[in-house]
């Protein structure tokens, strides 16, 4: 536990299940500087909340978002910054954000940006926030259907890390977030990936997985805290994925961001085999079999790879008009920045395992 | 002229009149990273780019903003992340800003939140925008009325300062930047004072006034990147004046930025007489003159004190609910963070002399 209290990310104490009483004396040093404000969201504010009761003794009036990916935008930006200048917030005021990635996305965006900048904490409330989105500074929101177009990358006081909280997820949504904690496994640890895949027993969630994730993410982001080289690996699955996101985001049946990640990983552990030569398709299927355990996903229609393209070349991995993708030549061995043109695309489909993996996307 | 091109802020290099080859080949450094996409307003496009024919050839098609501080808003970002978007614009592209304070202000901030933030560079056009606006990192909009409430401090790549560009202003918004040259030398050049005071044909512009200007920038942003104490000095006039632009500016007749500055110095130097016991009235008496004969201002209507309260309180200097200014004590004695009260202010207006210099505000 000790050790686990004193892990930290780019200088960013990450606590976690440590004794809330650590929480509380932050919180209340930092109430002798300033106001203190709330973002969450109307699940984390009916279940989570409870299980931290001093957090809305100390905090101002909640400040509430609605639920889901579709309002990680500058509209819903604009509510925060009303309601936090509503409620007095000056430059001495922390916002802390309980909920899961879009929370603490959005929540620290339109804290790093409200009166240029003000202090901010998150306290992650899901598998993915807790093993992903909170970590390493990286904040923003859509834009126009363009995924995490606008933001910053700014990094909180504070990670408070509270598993009991996974235990109020939904199932669905437990399993999303599953997919970052093997994503982490391939980029950057072997040996997470064959705890994961030991383990049939998601539910009774382990620990070490989590802490495991964390340190995977860490090693990236402290390499390269601004984005700018091998941090791109942690996008393994996200050329894919977020493009698959961006084209159900609007229809009445969004996907959940991991399980778009999924989705992702499986097209790009395939899209490696067929553009680096590696892995080799045995190990491609143990990886495929893993991740759909994982995460299992219900795809809510077909997609024609032309269809997909814009979103794949709106990529914010784009570079000069071509997509690239963080690949892996091997579970542990990511290589970054892959330029692969549309022919390589009708390839990768024209395979008939791999149009087994993939029946929502046709050529 | 050697001494002058060698000049930075906060590592940022700051060119004043440097050989245009210089920013020539700084941009086609640039170009060869990605893509170039220029930021101006209508003024600018027209007024400013025919002197510097290669950043047409060089820049995409001008992203052109309506002119007036009432266009910085998050409407006009939205506008400006279309656009890049739409240029294609990526994580290795630059954004060059051309304009004043508005066009700085807001380019830099949707560059700096554009994918996570890509690199962006000034070329002010305004004696504000090149004594003060575009140096130092602050960017951001207006927000419902509340002056630069959401925006980033973050540094650009370079600062290309060229004067002939003053020549293309009307004198009214020339006299408005002259403000803050007039600001810089009370919060930290004697001497600057002294010259400006001496000086009665402003339209033939001295560059000395600016470098010393620029100088004293220099001087309270590095000793302050992160803008939490000293830097603070630099907002002597911005209270009252950001309350007064506030006011007026969603009216017919909107004063210019600089102007709201110079009666905000006013009000200001006798509430530090006032509130302080310094400087003297003598002193004071002399301030008054120079700022009405640098920026002579055309009130367009009275204020009632109680009406300008509302926009002085939401200040982002601010702090646990009283307002607080940066004073000064006499010329080059800045004193920050000095809370005032109501009372105080009705003292002020209280005072017969500084009523005949006050005309505009009434008890």
Request: net charge neutral; glycine share 8%; with cysteine.
């Amino acid at each position: 536990m000790k050790e686990e209290e004193s892990l930290s990310i780019a200088g960013v104490p990450v606590f976690i299940d440590a004794d809330s009483t650590s929480l509380f004396d932050a919180l209340k040093a930092l109430e002798r500087i300033g106001s203190i404000h709330l973002i969450c969201d109307t699940n984390t504010s009916t279940d989570c909340m409870p299980l931290l009761p001093y957090l809305a003794q100390i905090t101002k009036e909640p400040i509430i978002l609605p639920v889901g990916e579709q309002y990680k935008n500058l509209e819903t930006c604009q509510g925060v910054w009303r309601s936090l200048a509503q409620q007095g917030a000056n430059r001495n005021s922390t916002v802390v954000n309980l909920g899961g990635g879009v929370v603490t996305d959005l929540g620290g965006f339109c804290a790093a940006t409200y009166m240029r900048g003000i202090s901010f904490m998150h306290i992650p409330t899901t598998v993915l926030g807790m093993c992903d989105a909170a970590l390493g500074g990286k904040h923003g929101v859509d834009f126009e259907g363009l995924k995490n177009y606008i933001g910053v990358i700014e990094q909180p006081k504070l990670i408070w890390i509270h598993t009991p909280f996974l235990l109020t997820l939904p199932l669905r949504h437990f399993q999303s977030g599953l997919a970052e904690i093997v994503k982490h496994a391939l980029i950057g640890d072997p040996l997470l990936f064959q705890l994961l895949h030991g383990n049939i027993n998601f539910r009774t969630f382990n620990k070490e997985f989590l802490t495991r994730a964390i340190q995977v993410k860490k090693h990236f982001v402290e390499n390269d805290i601004q984005d700018h080289k091998m941090r791109a690996a942690l996008n393994f699955g996200h050329t894919f994925g977020h493009a698959i996101e961006s084209y159900f985001l609007h229809t009445d049946t969004p996907l959940l961001h991991g399980e778009c990640v999924a989705l992702g990983m499986i097209a790009e552990i395939w899209l490696s085999h067929v553009h680096l030569g590696e892995p080799t398709r045995e190990v491609c299927r143990k990886i495929t079999a893993l991740i759909r355990k994982c995460t299992p996903v219900d795809v809510p229609g077909k997609i024609k790879l032309r269809a997909l393209m814009p979103y794949l070349s709106m990529d914010k991995k784009q570079h000069a008009g071509a997509t690239r993708y963080s690949l892996i030549k091997g579970i542990g061995h990511p290589v970054i920045d892959q330029e692969v043109h549309y022919a390589t695309l009708e390839k990768l489909l024209q395979d008939d395992e791999v149009a087994l993996f993939l029946p929502w996307l046709l050529r």
